[in-house]
């Protein structure tokens, strides 16, 4: 190393902190300012090992090595330790130190993988800010055997530099990681949200969730794991964005590593033979899953007396592992309370259904049922007649008959077109038309163009509402004439049913419950949307629903009804 002066010392330092500034990628950083100092100081070769807290180092930069280190594409740099990297291990390394024999290049001379050109000593300083250690540079010379004092500093000085850069850089990229995975969150969330109203089994919603971590983020692997006692099995195992089936375990697996999880840790880097063996199912896809990291956190399954883990496989480096442990935390926690989110939404649609059922039953016990009743006791009456040789009252009485059986038959055919809705293939529009034409009702329909992506759900949604509405105006509203309109205005669908029937009064609440009103409330509510009801006496109901059309582009069909 060439004798520098104050002034050259300064001029180094200077040179150094203007490269440290001039990049955001920590190893093309390294490598510019290994070349620099090296430049500056009239050394000879140097390289910089990243060592991270579990002990796995990167050989991040090097300049310069001879040919015996180079060999196999620098495989010598790349594994085992050596003497400088145990006293790193081992605390002894906190400052700049004079000369170490470096036992890599001792050893490419024993295996004589090439000239080492002189190279036998180095001098190493560790890379670190404050107290906190996080790699290791390596400089010399050919047949250099010692370091001034002034040396030593120099070298300090410019490894403190690095560390501060790469600080920097590790914070700016844990920010990066941090918004690019809370964005990636967000999506996952609203995805998961749409999947609720699709009525899907528990174990198929979750199964669901996890095919939506595939598509929404980067991780190389990702599996839903149960414990069980001691054994562990492999409930969904996928590597890149293909599910792998019929995996299972079938020897109970040591995960002592799990314990803590959900007591003192949140989640959990994996240090065990479970993760080689997920490693190892994970490359069946791809030989090369590039997977630095493996992360567990545990899930609450109330259906489950196992132990549910989620475990992902992470092929950045190993110091973004806390963001993207947080990062699944927050994803359990959104699957958890989809979940329940899920079984209140089930519940509901089996309040709806119990109450459907129950005002059907209303309707053929308040119809069909009296109307048979009435033609059980017109039959009686007229046998009566034809005994008494009464014969044209008994015509007259048979004739009642046809037309109460006519309307019971009418009726009974309404109750089980809404047990059994007629297809909506044609479209909405054609189905009340036709819906209407059965009850004696015309249906005089405008919409938009607009309307042509509505969506299966929404079409069964007003579907319904509108038949519930012509059932409605059949019984009570003495017309046989309807206007109905559906529309898309300020970002809404609007739907529209208008008679110029005899009208109710809405104070009457025995009424309106009857109308099936709260079960066109609850359609609507589910939708996100608005139902409004007005009617007055002798001038006619009018009846709005207003669904945002997110809702029409976001929910799924939903057939439980």
């Not at 989110?341 to 049922?369: F, G, K, P, Y």
């Not at 009642?400 to 309307?407: I, R, V």
């Not at 299966?456 to 509203?477: C, D, F, V, Y």
Request: aromatic share 6%; with cysteine.
């Amino acid at each position: 190393m060439k004798p520098l002066s104050h002034i050259q010392e300064l001029t180094t330092l200077k040179t150094i902190a203007e490269t440290l500034n001039q990049s955001n990628d920590v190893f093309a950083m390294l490598e510019v300012v290994l070349e620099k100092l090296l430049d500056v100081t009239g050394l000879t070769f140097g390289w910089i090992f990243l060592i991270e807290d579990n002990r796995e180092y990167t050989f991040a930069a090097d300049r310069n090595l001879p040919p015996g280190l180079l060999h196999n594409e620098k495989t010598l740099m790349q594994c085992g330790s050596c003497w400088c990297m145990d006293q790193y291990h081992d605390e002894q390394l906190n400052d700049a130190v004079n000369i170490i024999s470096c036992r890599r290049l001792r050893h490419a001379r024993e295996v004589n993988s090439g000239d080492t050109c002189g190279f036998t000593h180095h001098a190493t300083v560790p890379l670190k800010i404050g107290e906190y250690k996080f790699g290791i540079l390596n400089v010399g010379a050919a047949n250099k055997d010692h370091f001034t004092l002034e040396e030593l500093a120099l070298l300090q000085s410019v490894a403190y530099q690095i560390g501060v850069a790469v600080e920097r850089m590790r914070l700016h990229k844990i920010e990066q990681r941090r918004a690019e995975l809370f964005s990636r969150l967000g999506h996952f969330s609203r995805s998961l949200n749409s999947s609720i109203s699709a009525g899907l089994l528990h174990n198929q919603f979750i199964e669901r969730a996890i095919e939506l971590l595939t598509i929404h983020f980067d991780w190389r692997g990702i599996t839903l794991l149960a414990k069980s006692d001691q054994y562990y099995q492999l409930q969904a195992l996928y590597s890149g964005k293909i599910m792998l089936n019929g995996i299972t375990v079938s020897a109970p697996i040591e995960a002592d590593w799990l314990t803590p999880i959900g007591n003192n840790e949140r989640f959990a880097q994996v240090h065990s033979e479970l993760a080689g063996t997920l490693i190892k199912h994970w490359g069946k896809q791809d030989h090369s899953p590039n997977i630095h990291t493996v992360l567990a956190t545990k899930m609450s399954d109330r259906d489950s007396s196992a132990d549910i883990y989620l475990l992902i496989g992470c092929s950045g480096p190993p110091f973004l592992s806390g963001v993207d442990g947080d990062a699944l935390c927050g994803i359990v926690e959104h699957i958890q309370a989809a979940c329940q989110q899920a079984e209140m939404e089930e519940t509901r649609r089996e309040l709806i259904r119990a109450e459907e059922r129950n005002r059907l039953a209303r309707d053929l016990h308040d119809s069909v049922s009296q109307m048979l009743f009435s033609i059980s006791m017109t039959a009686k009456g007229a046998n009566a007649l034809l005994f008494e040789q009464n014969i044209a009252a008994a015509r007259h009485a048979i004739t009642d008959m046809g037309s109460m059986s006519q309307e019971a038959l009418k009726e009974m055919r309404s109750l089980i077109l809404q047990l059994r809705p007629t297809t909506l293939n044609n479209g909405i529009v054609t189905a009340l038309k036709e819906y209407g034409t059965r009850l004696g009702i015309t249906v005089h329909m405008s919409t938009c163009e607009q309307l042509k992506e509505i969506s299966p759900l929404i079409q069964e949604t007003l579907w319904r509402i509108g038949q519930e509405s012509l059932n409605n105006i059949s019984k009570h509203a003495a017309t046989d004439r309807v206007e109905m309109a559906l529309s898309i205005h300020n970002g809404e669908l609007i739907f529209v049913v208008q008679d110029k029937g005899c009208g109710m009064s809405l104070a009457d609440s025995t009424a309106t419950g009857g109308l099936g009103l709260s079960i066109m409330r609850e359609r609507v509510d589910s939708l996100g949307g608005r139902l409004k009801l007005t009617s007055t006496l002798n001038e006619g109901t009018l009846l709005e629903v207003f669904i945002p059309i997110a809702a029409t582009l976001n929910k799924r069909e939903d057939k439980s009804l």
